[in-house]
């Protein structure tokens, strides 16, 4: 997958938290529950979701985590979030425009539809989780505790998680 279609998967995938939270929570406003945060995490979930031990699934594609202060983060996604065409990151919210309805034609929307619905299988709610909920998930995680100590202990803020690492762990949905 290109760059350019890997940031169209994100924004792809963005749209489809939208329209679940909307099922979820019929009235309440999406732009005001979402941020580039809490979208980065869901998009880490949506990703983790559709890994095992046999099969990468999205992490093929989404190939650059990094373990960084706020959890996983997708780097080449989160480097170009800027050249989103259909969301608009504000402060803590993002405007939503419209876009044509072959939009996202050239993407594998199967494959991201595949994985809003192992994520909504494993915890229906998550998609109303705040962002710092959604960061203490992702804290949970080995993938990112292991590496991000590892870090610190080279007095970085971020390193490279393996794909390896995200794909093989115990995968962790549901904040206690």
């Known amino acids: 997958m290109t760059l350019f279609n890997k940031i169209k998967a994100f924004e792809y995938l ?47 594609q989404f190939d650059n985590f990094y373990a960084m202060p706020y959890g996983h ?5 989160y480097e170009k979030l800027g050249e989103i065409n259909t969301i608009t990151f504000e402060r803590n919210k993002v405007e939503i425009k419209p876009y044509p309805e072959n939009y996202f034609n050239d993407i594998p929307v199967e494959q991201l539809n595949q994985a809003i619905e192992s994520l909504k299988k ?13 960061v203490d998930l992702s804290h949970s995680w080995n993938s990112w505790i292991t590496m991000y100590n590892l870090a610190r202990q080279l007095n970085r803020f971020s390193i490279k998680i393996p794909t390896k690492m995200i ?6 949905f549901i904040l206690n």
Do not use: M, R
């Not at 983060?73 to 996604?77: G, K, N, R």
């Not at 494993?122 to 959604?134: A, D, E, G, R, W």
């Open 14 to 60: 963005s749209h489809e938290f939208f329209k679940w939270f909307q099922e979820v929570n019929p009235g309440v406003s999406i732009e005001e529950n979402f941020s580039k945060l809490k979208l980065i995490k869901l998009h880490f979930f949506a990703c983790a979701v559709t890994s095992d031990s046999l099969s990468e699934g999205l992490l093929a």
């Open 122 to 134: 494993k915890n229906k709610s998550i998609v109303t989780y705040t962002p710092i909920q959604l």
């Open 167 to 172: 794909q093989n762990e115990n995968k962790i």
């Open 73 to 77: 983060v997708e780097s080449s996604v």
